[in-house]
């Protein structure tokens, strides 16, 4: 489960305000729009990556707001495909 209430996120002159999404247990989703409009932004707020201006992320009943990516235990893997220097070949 994934709830997403009220996000806000602001990089430089970029600012995505008030996104709010309920996503079930057991559910797929996908986010859709152009380039530029702050899906992968709202990704990697989701996972931990990237931190909010105000807003709360809850997943699986837990608030995970302010939680490391490590404590959120969901996966990301950007559309680039970017590794982790730090990490090894099988932790990517």
Do not use: W
């Amino acid at each position: 489960m994934i709830d997403v209430d009220h996000l806000c996120i602001r990089q430089g002159a970029f600012r995505l305000a008030d996104i709010s999404f309920h996503l079930p247990k057991g559910k797929f989703a996908l986010l859709m729009g152009k380039t530029g409009c702050g899906k992968t932004t709202i990704l990697e707020a989701v996972a931990g990556l990237r931190p909010i201006a105000a807003g709360r992320i809850r997943l699986n009943e837990r608030d995970a707001t302010y939680l490391s990516p490590a404590q959120r235990d969901i996966g990301y893997v950007p559309q680039d495909g970017a590794l982790f220097r730090t990490m090894t070949v099988r932790d990517n």
